[in-house]
Structures are given as structure tokens and as C-alpha cells.
């Protein structure tokens, strides 16, 4: 409690600077803040009317920084963390994210106008043309529904505009050859039809030289097209449909080795040299991901007197095939292991909405989710085995194939009533019913150069080495069914007409499943860590309370929260080669966010956020040991009283944009920028060896252009102070196995050092 108690300090520190310098800045300013307006809450409201610690991104910001997906954007957002793996993608807030397992919900739910996004490599999407982007900490169980646990991402795209507009945006990064092209069209095409047509195209050589695939790697193509048709009649009925298209692949991850620790530099020398030198320079057997996405929504309005029913039907196709080095060295150990996923959804959604501006206001509606899900896996042990100890491995390889239905119907209803003109009271609640069916099917199989004794059955030697690394033939299957019931309140009193205060409470819940990347079945007799298949829902329990300011001049924001997890869905190493999926842990999260814009005259705005986040493991007891690392049970090492990984103490961005007009019709801007974050560790397993320490990353744009803007060309730079920053970090695969566990290294996925981009955009 004294913890918490300081942490409430702090925000209340971090606020009360700003309201007074509010306060002078409006009796001596004449510039003023532009309205942030959001759909947080399924209504369009001013983002200081809304009681949620809510971060919200314009598409101009995104297209003036040249950020290309969430990921990119997520390093300016305190408490947000967007981060690849080896084989997955992690979405993070507030420390809490879903493990590296396609049978996972993420734990930040992803909606892309109005349509849940849940599979965790969606994140990569190419962000083009958008409205905004939102991003909402804490559990979101009554309007954003089951898996918002730890937060959700509402990204909104660009509608159709009345008049007829166009515009061609195109950009050259000279250091990693990165070049982008948008073109949008966008107007009415009849009295009461309107469409929005946008193209994208995006290629990069990359930032690392792999020497053995002789190439610059990330290399990315990414290929995008979105039309969007609307209608507004004369009467009480008004549509509009979006398409939209993707098509990204990229070769090769920005991934080094580093750090060598015991006898590994010696095992691994002469013509085992595995280089572990940080100079971007690196050399494995390649990565390809080709991603392609189709995403169509159908939105209704319907005006019924005073009320709106709105219906938003959605069906999302998505088809993402892999090919990893899994090993990430030189040597050809893992060289070639596959992976594919095919999912499609539909989802249903029927709402009803009540005017926002009376004394009671409310939303109400049902929605229904189908989802079907198809995923392979593998893995491929490469003929070098055969010098090795475990020769019996040689050109033999695991094949998982995965299969998955389900069935989500929830119902929903939030109210507000005004209690005075001053006091308001918000209740909710989602009750969620879902079904999924899984199958799992394991087999051993060997290639044509495998040592294997026998040619028309597996060799038993090879079964048997196979189990020692704990991985047998099997197929299992299952079914799960589920209830969940997610309240929250909330109480928001207007202190002033410039000053708001909030207290809330919500529940919220991440579904179950099946563990997709298993090795063997839990009834096990043959290997020493049976695995898994099923594992249950997880939940929280969030407390948060808040300030919200807002005057012409300066808006500010300030929250402190504390939430509860309990049932944590985590992937655990089972000591040998495979990780298996148990609800192994509880967290405690707590912390203060705060963030402030301030227009200081007509021309220059600053703007700001800091996070401070307090994160603790209340309850893990079987984690993975890091290397040296003495267990505490078994195999295992305790996390219980630890941080998690990818969890800094404190974060933050500040913001100073000036524009001026110079004369002839020409304007001038300059934007600096700054994200910063204190140290954390980069690796799932806690390892103090992959600490990142605490950085400044410094960005800054120069502009010259029309005061109407017609035309803009600008100067990007980003990450100017170069800085080499560990986004994940883990062990390297089979380091210690061929050590004897006598030494290890590590690898990491780095994020962009310094790239300077010329923009030019010109608009008619």
C-alpha cells in the first residue's frame, strides 16, 4: 500500500506543473489545441471526456514520422510494446503480453475498424491512410470484449470526404534504400455515394548484411490496396463498405548473436566459427514470412428516432507461410523448419445507442465470432547431426499439423447517468459463451540422407533419441467450452469545467485453448516432461482513477492504476528443447501514466507522455532457468517477486512541433522528438545477460511547403542519436546442448538504427 501510495505522488507531481502553467498560458496565448476526437467508447468524444488512460495517434503524425507499422509507432507510446520473435509477435501493455504460441488470444485486443484482429503477426500490417490510431491500457471487457485483458488497439482508417480530393505521397530513405509511394482518390461520385481508393507500395533492403545469404536483411515488399464505398441517404438509413488487401513479405530478421559466455567461443571456432561480434554483420540460412491479408466490413446505421442501430459485419482471411533458420547461426543445424497459418473469421455485431447528451445514455448489442484455424510446424534437423552425438537426428524432422474451430457469442450493455449536473455513474458488463475444438498430430520423419537403419519404418534409435529431447509421435484432440461474465463501473465528477476526475473498476478475461506447438501429450510415459494441450482462461482485476484537463491551450492527463492477474497462460521450457503452455503464473501491475500538450503561441505545440510502471510476478514458481542459474524445483527456477521481461521502470516521448509562415505562400515546420526508457531485460527468461540499458532514441523532421499545404517536402530523421536497442533477446538454440553446458551466446532482434528519409507530398 505505501508503494502504491508513492506511485499516486507521483502522478499527482506530474500533473499539478501542468495545470498551473494552464492557466497562464490562457490568459496570455491566442494559439489553441486542435480536438482529439476517439470511438473509445463506440461514440465519437473529445479524448479528455474520456475516463480510460487512452493514447491516441493522428495519421498525420503517423505519415510526418514515417512510421510504417505498429510497431514502429509503438516506441512512442509509453507502456505500449510491439516486439518480434523468433517465430511470433508480442503486443504488450503495461508488461502484459501473450506468450510465443499460435494458441494463444493476444492479450491486447486489435481491432481495425471495428473488425478484431487476434492473431498476434497481424501487428505487422502496413499502416496506410488511417484516421488515428488508440490505444487503451488496462482490461477493456464491456465494449472491446473477450482478450482486451491488458488493453486494446483501435485503429481507424480515412473515410470518404464530401469534396473530391487526391493526394501522392512518396519517400527515399538513403542509408537502407527504403523507398514508399501512397496515392489516395477520395470524393463523392454521386448525390449520395462517396468512395475513398488508396495504393501503397513499400520496399527496403535492410539494416544487416547477412554474409551467408549475401544480402541486406530486413528485406521487405509490402504491397497495399484499401477502397472504401459509403451512402448517405435522405432518410434514416446510411452504409459504407471497406476492401482492403495486403500482401508483405520480408527476408531475414534484424537479428545478431552476441555475448559468448564460457567455453562457447571455444567449441564453436575453427570451422564451427560462429561470429558473435555487434557490427550488424550476421550469417544463418535465412528467414522468409509472406503474409497476405483480405479484410471486408460492412457497416449499417440506422436511425430509429433519437436512438442509432448500428450493425458491423466483418470476414478477415489471413495466410502467413515461413520459412527459419531456427538456430540463427551459420551452421546448418535448424536450417529450413517451416511454418504456415491459415485463418478466417467472420463476426457479426448488432448495437444500439441512445443520444449521447441526456441524462441517461447507453449501448447495448450482441455479437457473434466464427473462427477457423489451420497451422503447420516444421521443424527440420539438418544432416550436420551426423558428426555429432546425436547423429540419429540427421535429415529427420518433426511435423506438427494443427486444426481449430470456434464459436464466440457475447451480449454486452453499458449505461451512464448523470447523478447531478457535475457527478456521473457508468456501469457495464460483456457475458461471453465460446466453444473451440482443437486437434494436434504429431510425426517423426526421415529424410532421404538419414542414418537410419531401417528405410521403410523409423529407426528406433531415432525414436528414442527423439523422446530423450522430449517429442513423440501423437495426435491428440479436444474441446473447450467457456462462460465468462466481465463487469466495470466507473464514477467521473467534473471538478471544474476544465477538470475532470475518474475512479473505475473492470474485470476482464483471455480465452483458453490448445497448446498448438506441443511435442508430446500430457498422459506421457515415454519422455521425461510430458507436454501439454489445454489450458484454461486467465484473468484481472484493474482499479484505476485519473485527471483529465483540458483548456484552449493545454490538455493534460494523468492516471494511476493497479490490476490483478491471475492464471497467466505462459510457455515454460521443459529443461531439454520444447516449451510447454500451463496457466503457471499470477502478476501484480501498478504504475502512473501521464501525458500533456500544450500550444504555446500559434506556432509551436509541445506535447509529451511518461509512464512509470511497477510489475511483479506474485505467483510463478516453475520458470525457465537462465544459464548458470542454480533451480529452485527440478528444472526450474522460481520468477515469483521478478519483473517480466520487456517491463522498463519508466518510459516516455516529448514532442516540440514549430510552423511559421515565411511569406510567397510558403510555410516552414520543424518537429524534434525524443523516446525514451529505462533498462529492462530483452529474454523471457529473465536473464540479466540481455539487459538493455536506458536510452534517449532522438528523431527530427524539417518542412517546406504551401501554407495550404497543396505540396509539402520534408527531411525525416529517426534514431539520429544511433542508438542499438534490444527489442527480444534469448539464448541460443542448442548452444548449451552442444557445450555440454559449459557455455551459451545469445541473439537479439534489434531495432532501426539511425535512417535519414526525403519526403514529398502533394495533394490536389
Known amino acids: 500500500m505505501r508503494a502504491f501510495s508513492g506511485i499516486l505522488l507521483t502522478g499527482t507531481a506530474l500533473a499539478m506543473p501542468g495545470m498551473a502553467l494552464a492557466q497562464a498560458s490562457e490568459e496570455t496565448k491566442s494559439g489553441g489545441l486542435d480536438e482529439i476526437v476517439v470511438t473509445a467508447q463506440k461514440r465519437a468524444e473529445g479524448l479528455s471526456e474520456v475516463p480510460i488512460s487512452i493514447s491516441a495517434v493522428s495519421g498525420e503524425q503517423i505519415e510526418a514520422y514515417g512510421q510504417t507499422n505498429l510497431e514502429s509507432v509503438s516506441s512512442s507510446i509509453p507502456n505500449l510494446k510491439i516486439t518480434q520473435t523468433a517465430i511470433a509477435n508480442r503486443i504488450a501493455i503495461r508488461g502484459i503480453a501473450s506468450g510465443d504460441n499460435k494458441g494463444f488470444e493476444q492479450s491486447v485486443a486489435m481491432f481495425v475498424d471495428g473488425i478484431y484482429y487476434g492473431r498476434d503477426q497481424l501487428s505487422r500490417m502496413p499502416l496506410v491512410d488511417l484516421q488515428r490510431i488508440e490505444v487503451l491500457r488496462g482490461p477493456q471487457p464491456t465494449l472491446f470484449g473477450k482478450n482486451a485483458i491488458a488493453g486494446a488497439v483501435n485503429v481507424v482508417s480515412r473515410r470518404p470526404t464530401d469534396d473530391f480530393e487526391g493526394s501522392v505521397s512518396a519517400s527515399y530513405e538513403f542509408e537502407h534504400k527504403e523507398k514508399r509511394v501512397t496515392a489516395v482518390l477520395s470524393g463523392p461520385i454521386s448525390e449520395n455515394i462517396g468512395a475513398r481508393v488508396v495504393g501503397y507500395y513499400r520496399g527496403m533492403d535492410g539494416y544487416f548484411f547477412n554474409t551467408l545469404q549475401d544480402r541486406k536483411e530486413p528485406n521487405v515488399r509490402e504491397a497495399f490496396v484499401r477502397g472504401i464505398v459509403d451512402f448517405k441517404g435522405d432518410g434514416p438509413l446510411s452504409a459504407d463498405l471497406k476492401l482492403e488487401y495486403a500482401d508483405f513479405k520480408t527476408k531475414g530478421q534484424p537479428r545478431e548473436v552476441f555475448g559468448p559466455v564460457g567455453s562457447y567461443s571455444a567449441v564453436f571456432a575453427g570451422p564451427l566459427f560462429v561470429e558473435t561480434d555487434e557490427d550488424y554483420v550476421r550469417a544463418d540460412g535465412g528467414y ?99 558428426a555429432t552425438p546425436f547423429r540419429a537426428l540427421g535429415d529427420t524432422a518433426n511435423d506438427r499439423v494443427y486444426s481449430q474451430k470456434s464459436d464466440l457469442i457475447s451480449v454486452f450493455a453499458q449505461g451512464e447517468i448523470s447523478l447531478t449536473d457535475a457527478l456521473r455513474l457508468t456501469v457495464g458488463a460483456r457475458f461471453n459463451h465460446e466453444s473451440k475444438t482443437g486437434s494436434r498430430a504429431l510425426a517423426i520423419n526421415r529424410g532421404p540422407l538419414s542414418l537410419a537403419a531401417m528405410p521403410a519404418i523409423i529407426d528406433p534409435v531415432v525414436i528414442g533419441t527423439f523422446r530423450a529431447l522430449n517429442i513423440e509421435a501423437h495426435s491428440i484432440s479436444g474441446k473447450l467450452s467457456e462462460d465468462s461474465f466481465n463487469p466495470m463501473a466507473n464514477i467521473q465528477y467534473d471538478i471544474s469545467d476544465d477538470l475532470m476526475f475518474y475512479a473505475s473498476y473492470a474485470r476482464g478475461s483471455k480465452a483458453g485453448g490448445f497448446d498448438i506447438r506441443g511435442n508430446s501429450v500430457p498422459t506421457s510415459t515415454t519422455v521425461a516432461t510430458p507436454g501439454a494441450f489445454l ?91 537462465y544459464f548458470q542459474q542454480v533451480p529452485t524445483s527440478g528444472n526450474f527456477c522460481s520468477y515469483t517477486g521478478k519483473r517480466n521481461t520487456l517491463t522498463p521502470e519508466w518510459s516516455g516521448n516529448l514532442n516540440g512541433d514549430f510552423k511559421h509562415e515565411i511569406g510567397g505562400n510558403l510555410k516552414v515546420g520543424f518537429n524534434l522528438n525524443a523516446d525514451f526508457s529505462s533498462s529492462y531485460v530483452a529474454s523471457a527468461n529473465l536473464d540479466p545477460r540481455t539487459r538493455q540499458s536506458g536510452y534517449v532514441k532522438m528523431g527530427a523532421r524539417l518542412s517546406l511547403g504551401h501554407v495550404d499545404e497543396n505540396w509539402t517536402i520534408a527531411l525525416v530523421g529517426r534514431n539520429l542519436t544511433d542508438e542499438r536497442i534490444m527489442q527480444t533477446a534469448g539464448a541460443l538454440p542448442l548452444a548449451t546442448t552442444f557445450t555440454g553446458g559449459t557455455g551459451v551466446a545469445y541473439n537479439a532482434i534489434y531495432d532501426r538504427p539511425r535512417n535519414i528519409a526525403l519526403q514529398f507530398d502533394v495533394k490536389f
Open 535 to 625: 489450458f484454461g482462461d486467465e484473468q484481472a482485476e484493474n482499479f484505476e482513477a485519473g485527471l483529465k484537463y483540458k483548456t484552449r491551450s493545454l490538455a493534460m492527463n494523468v492516471s494511476v492504476y493497479r490490476t490483478k492477474y491471475t492464471d497467466l497462460q505462459t510457455n515454460v521450457f521443459d529443461g531439454v528443447l520444447s516449451f510447454n503452455v500451463r496457466n503457471a503464473s499470477g502478476a501484480k501491475t501498478q504504475g502512473v501514466e501521464a501525458d500533456m500538450r500544450w500550444a504555446v503561441d500559434n506556432h509551436f505545440t509541445l506535447s509529451g507522455a511518461i509512464a512509470y510502471l511497477d510489475f511483479e510476478f506474485t505467483d510463478f514458481p516453475l520458470g525457465q532457468c
Open 288 to 386: 522468409l514470412s509472406r503474409n497476405k491479408v483480405f479484410n471486408s466490413v460492412l457497416n449499417a446505421n440506422l436511425e430509429l428516432g433519437d436512438h442509432t442501430l448500428t450493425s458491423t459485419t466483418g470476414y478477415l482471411d489471413y495466410n502467413v507461410k515461413e520459412t527459419l533458420d531456427v538456430d540463427f547461426v551459420a551452421l546448418p543445424l535448424l536450417d529450413g523448419t517451416r511454418q504456415s497459418e491459415d485463418y478466417r473469421q467472420i463476426s457479426q455485431e448488432l448495437r444500439i445507442a441512445s443520444p449521447g447528451d441526456q441524462p441517461f445514455n447507453y449501448i447495448a448489442g450482441v455479437y457473434y465470432q466464427n473462427t477457423k484455424l489451420n497451422v503447420t510446424d516444421h521443424v527440420q534437423f539438418n544432416p550436420f547431426f551426423f
